[in-house]
């Protein structure tokens, strides 16, 4: 009887501590922001950077170094804004789980961020991402979703 007793108390504890590291990641896997900005979505990343006025701290500028973005392949990223003191992109698929792709970029000079992504192939061909620039500044965590496609004709 006392056994039982023993592994059903083991049995809860483990519970608890998973719930525990759960909510200790959660930051780390479901970034929260205290601004979104919204970028204007006719801006194509696969064409050209793209650029959305944030307010307090002015224009933000998202650009890659291979367009069209390339699946398996590492690509440039490079984030301007003025006020920055460290960036993300969080590349996720928007119908599909494509796992955890959040580079975190270098500061190479006043409000510039510069890094290396590398997308995973999609099994069934076209995809569509959100590429999610979290910005840390001295006041607030900005979060600024990107979409774009891969693994299509971009010769429109």
């Given at each position: ?66 367009q069209p973005i390339p ?86």
């Amino acid at each position: 009887m006392n056994r039982k007793i023993l592994l059903d108390i083991v049995g809860v504890l483990l519970i608890v501590l998973v719930v525990l590291v759960g909510y200790k990641l959660s930051p780390i896997l479901l970034p929260k922001a205290d601004l979104t900005v919204e970028p204007d979505a006719s801006c194509d990343l696969q064409k050209t950077a793209c650029q959305v006025d944030v307010p307090e701290y002015g224009r933000l500028t998202f650009s890659v170094g291979t367009q069209p973005i390339p699946l398996v392949k590492p690509f440039a990223v490079k984030i301007e804004m003025p006020g920055a003191e460290q960036v993300e992109i969080d590349f996720s698929g928007v119908d599909m789980d494509m796992g955890y792709n959040r580079p975190l970029l270098q500061k190479t000079g006043d409000g510039v961020f510069s890094g290396e992504a590398t997308l995973p192939v999609c099994i069934t061909g076209r995809m569509t991402w959100q590429a999610t620039v979290l910005v840390e500044t001295s006041k607030k965590r900005i979060a600024l979703p990107f979409r774009f496609v891969t693994g299509e004709s971009l010769a429109e």
